[in-house]
């Protein structure tokens, strides 16, 4: 079964600074894959998507996202972080070897703080 | 932007009262999704629906569970005798079509609390 794991539970980084948000993921054929971010009473928000072609894939807000297939892992990442980017960060997996297609699963979440 | 929309934002319900939360998906999508986020726990798949009918259920969407579509513009999600363990957050979603490829768009959630 399609798995995500996020190993942070919390990431603090500097105004300014480099973000990395870590995501690795297990399926069992080819991985389509996603973030999503959560602020204070609001849904889930999507950011960005991996389906096919280009390692590096850019999103919303500034945000990109690293594809690794040999070290199965899908980092969240941003040259200069802001303090409006302090949120929960969930990574999502869909598997296309999983019959039934529309599951979403998604990891436990990592809370972004970013301090001024 | 067009968004999901869900009301109410929180409801308190009795343990064994039946409550229906309910949404607005986007008005072009197709598929329409339940998720449900327990506190501090990941965001669990409930169930999708495409064409008036469940495409897809989880282990979690049992028979005390289920879903609507009674206008052409709601999707409601009813639980049938609500128990302790059902309090949570309920999240709706929809996306325009059912591809593995495609992202879905996420309402803000409905925090539902069983006493």
């Known amino acids: 079964a399609q798995s995500v794991a996020q190993p942070e539970d919390q990431v603090n980084v500097a105004e300014g600074n480099p973000l990395t948000v870590k995501c690795t993921y297990s399926v069992s054929g080819n991985p389509y894959l996603f973030w999503y971010v959560q602020y204070p009473n609001r849904g889930l928000q999507f950011l960005l998507k991996y389906i096919t072609g280009d390692n590096l894939v850019k999103g919303s807000y500034g945000f990109e996202a690293e594809f690794n297939k040999s070290q199965t892992s899908f980092h969240l990442k941003k040259p200069s972080a802001l303090v409006s980017d302090s949120a929960l960060y969930f990574c999502a997996v869909r598997d296309s070897a999983v019959a039934g297609f529309q599951k979403l699963v998604f990891g436990t979440g990592t809370r972004l703080l970013v301090s001024p | 932007e067009p968004e999901v929309t869900q009301t109410p934002s929180h409801q308190v319900t009795q343990m064994g009262q039946e409550v229906i939360l309910r949404c607005v998906p986007i008005?072009?999508?197709?598929?329409f999704y339940w998720y449900r986020q327990i506190l501090g726990q990941k965001v669990e798949f409930l169930v999708s629906?495409?064409?008036?009918?469940?495409?897809?259920k989880s282990e979690i969407f049992d028979d005390q569970f289920s879903v609507e579509r009674p206008d052409g513009s709601n999707f409601t999600l009813k639980i049938r005798s609500t128990k302790l363990e059902d309090s949570a957050m309920y999240f709706c979603?929809?996306?325009?079509?059912?591809?593995?490829?495609?992202?879905?768009?996420f309402g803000q959630g409905t925090r539902l609390t069983v006493v």
């Open positions: 008005s072009n999508h197709l598929y």
């Open positions: 979603a929809s996306s325009p079509t059912g591809g593995r490829g495609t992202e879905a768009f």
């Open positions: 629906f495409y064409n008036n009918e469940i495409s897809e």
